[in-house]
């Protein structure tokens, strides 16, 4: 059974920014990682993601500019960069693992998943 934990949350002023990371129990090797997050009452939607090799990824509309992701497989553990973080970033941010290589926005192709990490951006 593969266990992703995610850290790195916490409570931020708007305009700050927080490094996100994602660990697995497992390996990352060859396949694909994304990060979602999720507000209160509302479904969970795509954030970020990367591809098995690093070479692709892909963001979420509300996000791109402004946060970034990588991995490093010797590390077992995919990062999210977040920057100019704003109040509507605010949410639960959960980190998760596909069984293919190649990275996708939909909820549903992926797999595993971490528990979640709160973060919240005051105004």
């Known amino acids: 059974q593969v266990h992703l934990v995610e850290s790195g949350g916490g409570l931020v002023q708007a305009g700050d920014s927080l490094r996100l990371s994602c660990a697995t129990s497992?390996?990352?090797?060859?396949?694909?990682v994304g990060w979602f997050r999720q507000h209160p009452g509302k479904e969970r939607d795509f954030v970020a993601g990367?591809?098995?090799?690093?070479?692709?990824?892909l963001f979420g509309d509300s996000v791109k500019g402004r946060f970034t992701i990588s991995r490093d497989d010797a590390e077992n553990t995919v990062y999210l960069q977040m920057n100019n973080l704003k109040p509507e970033d605010t949410a639960t941010y959960y980190c998760?693992?596909?069984?293919?290589?190649?990275?996708?926005?939909?909820?549903?192709?992926?797999?595993?998943w971490g528990q979640g990490t709160q973060v919240t951006v005051s105004s």
């Open positions: 990367i591809s098995w090799s690093g070479e692709r990824t």
């Open positions: 998760a693992q596909r069984t293919g290589r190649y990275v996708v926005d939909i909820i549903d192709l992926y797999t595993y």
């Open positions: 497992g390996s990352f090797s060859n396949f694909a």
